[in-house]
């Protein structure tokens, strides 16, 4: 019924009209390409252009220390929180791993070589544009010199897993010279390390190949191969580790990268793998488009008329008198999905705070972060058709439990599971020594709602019995020996942290700047959420599965000693449930609103009067004190609680405060311009892009295994648009809408068995339901709620009259 076209290309179009310009950190602004293993940034300059180059695997200066056992320590942080000695207790095990030496370090991604082109220029540079064409992958820079068009293409291939480089002119020869070069740091700090890393590099250059390696800090090599061809012009001679060329209206450029390796080994089977690849630029284009668009299009979006034909900068500084166009919207919405699908695959790595673009050696908070940042980096992914995509998140933590069970036991004396917020491949004990990291428990109950939905989602049967439940098995055991039963018979949740907050009455009374003066409470709010979700799935998936027969009662008895929510004076949600810790404001974390979202524990049509306390809470948060991800965040908050018009606004602030040129997102503004957090790093955090895609998906359709809104949170400024192909548990869904007309249409269509309550938009009325394989009848939920059952391949259509 709804058929919606696949975009224009100038729609799913970044186009600028200046390179990367970020002094010194030109990185930044450079536009990514990759097919999920490997990444390129293309910085984008006429003269002497830079392209970075990475891989997932590449990853140095982490260490693995054993880990002592100072579970000792628990039973006497609970004495000293007994006598009230919060800011003791909150160090003791802290200081305790301090003390015993314990330097775990995580490890850090970084650059395998910069692909550098030195170009001759006759004259001025004049028309410039540098674009990414999201449909496909390919970044291209074109100018005038004089009056010859010079052209750059480039994409990674993920047919033939190598980057494809073609340079192009239609009014003179070209000439130049490739080189593969180590990429220098952009951090005094780190000079004196990256030069021991640069001494083991080696480049060289023969027959029209070029080879580089280095060695990294585990005794094997990195490095990159790359064949340059010319069908008419003239390869020239080999000077310093250049292949130069000229005379040639076309020069292809094929690079493979590996790691891991050893480079005499890999220089000769990179260069044979580089031999059997198509010299056709656009015909291997086409084979990698072909695998690239079935996931870029596994959702669309249109809103409202605008059809994507305005540069970046263009938006930019409309967006600064106040409001994001729908065209900016909408463009990030692609965009974040496109840098997910260019950063992972179902096999590899986890999607990451820099994506495959990181440009230097030891990134601030490169690491996997799981105390918010790699959730919201998924949240979108069910819904908007990217599920596949979701088991390399799984992969990655299973591939670390006896780090987690060794934790758990020496930690906190505990059965299970403990997972530190922080993480890297192989490096799943604990690193950040602080307390606000190391006694905040929630890390594996979080993480289990995303193999619990990828259940929901898809139906996996083996998946549930064989990763999902052990995973949750082992977060509620530690549980099991964690938590207290006081003295009223319900749980003490302590030590207990808030991410990453501290009460308002133990903040410095001095004005002094501390980001985490005293974290460590009782009955955290969020901590008692959690608990509460991962037991409601574990049951519930128990009983689906046929397992664990024998535990749910005890499951289930936990469930019942979990105490009740509490209200602050303000009527708002506290953040910590028990009065001796005051509610802080001023903060970016929203860890308390989980009931809400990214939870499903209450709906507004079940709950209204808990809805409004949770919304009181939102509207309490200090808008200076944000960041880039905690505005998306309360952006998704607000389309929960059905503020299209709030949730908006929030992406708007965003927009002017955190979001580069080239719509890369920031952890925070730089500038003191007062809309958010400031610190002078201002580093990349491509969580806020995930988080965008997620919010746009929250205000158009709400998910739960048992309820379906459609429109749930339409801002006013979107007045039409159209859907194709978003995902509710067990089925698809497509609309349209068009506020002026009172017009809308949808389609609903099972893949499996379906029953749901499906609430219909309210700025429409006088709706008419038909379908095949379909039952509905009105819902005691109210107006516009339906009882729908679907059977499989079943559909229905609806429309106003």
């Known amino acids: 019924m709804i058929a919606l076209e696949k975009s224009a290309n100038r729609s799913n179009t970044l186009s600028f009209k200046y390179p990367a310009s970020w002094w010194n950190n030109m990185w930044r602004e450079a536009l990514p390409s990759g097919n999920g293993r490997i990444g390129a940034s293309v910085f984008g300059a006429v003269k002497e252009e830079t392209v970075l ?33 919060y800011l003791e207790a909150s160090w003791h095990l802290t200081n305790t791993l301090q003390q015993s030496g314990y330097d775990t370090r995580l490890a850090a991604r970084f650059p395998v070589a910069a692909l550098k082109l030195t170009m001759h220029c006759e004259h001025a540079f004049k028309e410039y544009r540098r674009c990414l064409n999201m449909e496909t992958g390919e970044v291209t820079v074109r100018w005038k010199d004089g009056e010859a068009s010079c052209a750059r293409r480039l994409f990674v291939s993920r047919a033939d897993d190598v980057i494809v480089y073609e340079i192009k002119s239609d009014g003179h020869e070209l000439q130049g010279g490739f080189r593969l070069v180590f990429h220098q740091t952009d951090s005094p700090g780190l000079a004196e390390a990256c030069k021991a890393l640069e001494a083991t590099v080696q480049a060289k250059a023969e027959q029209g190949y070029l080879y580089y390696a280095g060695r990294n800090d585990d005794g094997t090599d990195f490095g990159a191969v790359m064949r340059i061809l010319s069908e008419d012009g003239e390869l020239g001679a080999v000077q310093q580790e250049t292949i130069s060329f000229r005379g040639a209206s076309r020069v292809l450029a094929l690079v493979k990268v590996f790691v891991k390796g050893n480079r005499e080994k890999e220089w000769p089977r990179l260069r044979d793998e580089l031999c059997g690849i198509s010299a056709d630029y656009d015909r291997l284009l086409a084979s990698h488009t072909a695998i690239h668009q079935q996931l870029f ?36 919405w692609a965009f974040g999905r496109y840098l997910f699908i260019s950063g992972t695959y179902a096999e590899g790595q986890p999607f990451g705070l820099y994506g495959l673009w990181g440009g230097d050696y030891d990134l601030i908070w490169c690491h996997n972060m799981a105390n918010e940042n790699v959730q919201m980096m998924y949240w979108h992914a069910p819904i908007g058709g990217l599920i596949e995509l979701m088991p390399a998140l799984f992969r990655y933590y299973d591939s670390m439990m006896e780090d987690f069970r060794d934790n758990a036991r020496k930690l906190y004396g505990c059965r299970g599971i403990y997972i530190p917020a922080g993480s890297t491949p192989g490096i799943g004990a604990p690193n950040q020594i602080v307390p606000v990291i190391m006694n905040w428990t929630g890390a594996a109950a979080w993480l289990a709602r995303h193999y619990y939905e990828y259940y929901l989602y898809t139906g996996d049967r083996a998946l549930l019995e064989e990763k999902a439940l052990p995973f949750m098995k082992e977060a509620a055991l530690f549980y099991e020996d964690f938590l207290v039963i006081g003295s009223d018979g319900y749980y003490k949740f302590y030590p207990s942290v808030s991410p990453e907050n501290t009460p308002e009455n133990f903040m410095p009374t001095d004005g002094r700047p501390l980001a985490h003066p005293m974290p460590t409470t009782i009955n955290a709010t969020m901590d008692f959420a959690l608990l509460k ?19 749910i009662g005890k499951w289930e008895d936990m469930l019942n000693r979990i105490p009740d929510y509490q209200l602050n004076e303000d009527g708002a949600i506290r953040e910590w449930m028990d009065d001796r810790f005051d509610d802080r404001y001023n903060h970016r974390h929203l860890s308390h609103i989980y009931p809400i979202f990214p939870g499903q524990e209450f709906t507004k049509e079940e709950h209204p009067e808990s809805f409004e306390a949770f919304e009181t809470a939102v509207k309490k948060r200090l808008i200076g004190a944000q960041s880039g991800w905690s505005l998306v965040h309360m952006a998704a908050i607000y389309a929960r609680l059905g503020d299209g018009n709030k949730s908006l606004a929030c992406l708007d602030i965003l927009s002017r405060s955190c979001l580069l040129n080239n719509f890369l997102t920031l952890h925070n503004d730089w500038r003191n311009m007062g809309v958010c957090m400031n610190m002078e790093e201002a580093p990349i955090q491509l969580d806020a892009n995930m988080g965008w895609v997620n919010a746009v998906q929250e205000m158009l359709l709400y998910v739960s295994p048992k309820m379906v809104k ?22 698809q869904a497509s609309f349209s809408w068009n506020l002026g007309e ?8 099972a893949d499996r068995d379906t029953a749901i309550v499906l609430k219909l938009p309210g ?9 095949q394989d379909v039952q509905f009848s009105p819902s005691s939920l109210g107006w516009g709620c339906y009882e729908v059952v679907m059977k499989k391949g079943g559909r229905l259509l609806i429309s106003t009259l």
């Open 533 to 551: 979700e991962l037991l409601t799935h574990l049951i519930q998936g128990s009983r689906e599965a046929g397992v664990y027969a024998d535990e």
């Open 763 to 771: 700025a429409f009325e006088n709706y008419q339901m038909s379908g």
């Open 297 to 332: 299009h596994t959702a669309n979006l249109e809103l409202g008329g605008d059809h994507g034909e305005r540069a970046n900068e263009e938006l930019l500084l409309e967006a600064y008198d106040g409001e994001a166009s729908t065209e900016l919207v909408r463009k990030m």
């Open 710 to 731: 459609l429109l749930p949170a339409l801002p006013d400024r979107w007045t039409s648009g159209k859907v194709a192909d978003l995902r509710f548990c067990t089925g």
């Open 742 to 749: 009172q017009r809308f249409e949808a389609e609903l269509a």
């Open 53 to 85: 180059i990475s891989h997932e695997d590449l990853w140095h200066w982490g260490h693995k220390a054993a880990l002592p056992d100072v579970s000792h320590t628990l039973p006497e942080t609970r004495r000293l929180m007994d006598e009230e000695k």
